[in-house]
């Protein structure tokens, strides 16, 4: 691969969308899996199969999202780039966790401590997330906008 294609900034973006896209592929095959009713695969997801479903369209769409804002040139700050590439596999993860965990999907939500270290690592994906991603869409709506002189 020619280095000098890449915006060398955000490759970090870049990267992330990769991972999370070979992930959501990882996903799409467990999918497979569990309609065929392979033991192995209800042992490591026994949640509800949707949970897993939405975890493999959260991969795909935070790889698009990663994808977009690489293509899109506009240098981010780096504290911007780690909470989207944190944030994209963090926010896919709850619903991952949830197949594999059925205890964090139960309504009520469980106590104890297990559950309650899900809902902090969730308030912590959100805030990393929507940090990452708002504050990356406000730069490049502002590198639109005309400059003042």
């Not at 992330?16 to 899996?33: E, H, R, Y």
């Not at 493999?56 to 698009?64: I, N």
């Not at 506009?74 to 993860?93: D, E, I, K, Q």
């Not at 929507?130 to 400059?147: D, E, K, N, Q």
Request: a positive charge; glycine letters at 6%; charged letters at 10%.
């Amino acid at each position: 691969m020619n280095k000098n294609t890449l915006s060398c900034e955000n490759v970090l973006l870049l990267r992330g969308a990769a991972l999370w896209l070979l992930m959501a592929l990882c996903l799409a095959w467990c999918m497979v899996f569990l309609k065929f009713d392979l033991a192995f695969f209800k042992l490591i997801f026994p949640g509800k199969f949707t949970r897993v479903l939405q975890a493999h369209l959260d991969f795909l769409l935070m790889s698009a999202l990663l994808f977009g804002f690489y293509a899109a040139k506009v240098p981010l700050p780096t504290s911007v780039r780690w909470c989207m590439v944190v944030g994209a596999f963090t926010n896919s993860s709850l619903f991952m966790l949830q197949a594999m965990f059925p205890v964090l999907d139960a309504q009520p939500p469980a106590q104890g401590l297990f559950p309650g270290v899900f809902r902090v690592y969730l308030l912590a994906s959100l805030f990393t997330t929507s940090y990452g991603f708002g504050r990356g869409a406000v730069i490049v709506v502002l590198s639109t906008l005309p400059l003042k002189e």
